[in-house]
């Protein structure tokens, strides 16, 4: 049974963001997440690095690899699946102020 797609592009971009934050923040098993921060830290270009310690810029590309799962799976054209990256990124948008509001909060 495949979910409808207002289900999957939420679920698909609660996804996108944690993923991006385990691995911006996270250590991980076997301290996975941290070797690639670290990794990400040797390389010439200060801009990889500073993509690694951001959980919205690593969401922009997760949520890319869950619209051309989406495209596939609703059988969907390119230009289609565009618009559900975009929109998935700014549900990423979104779940992160609504964590920043939460964790303001103190509960």
Do not use: N
């Not at 989406?70 to 559900?84: E, F, K, N, Q, R």
Request: proline share 2%; charged share 10%.
């Amino acid at each position: 049974m495949i979910p409808s797609l207002v289900a999957f592009l939420m679920l698909s971009s609660l996804a996108a963001y944690r993923l991006a934050y385990m691995v911006a923040y996270e250590t991980g098993t076997f301290a996975v997440f941290k070797q690639i921060r670290e990794l990400s830290l040797r390389t010439k270009h200060e801009w990889i690095a500073e993509g690694f310690t951001c959980p919205l810029c690593i969401s922009f590309w997760f949520t890319l690899v869950f619209a051309i799962f989406a495209m596939v799976l609703y059988d969907s054209t390119i230009g289609v699946a565009v618009w559900y990256w975009l929109v998935m990124f700014g549900m990423t948008l979104l779940w992160h102020h609504i964590m920043a509001f939460l964790s303001s909060r103190g509960d």
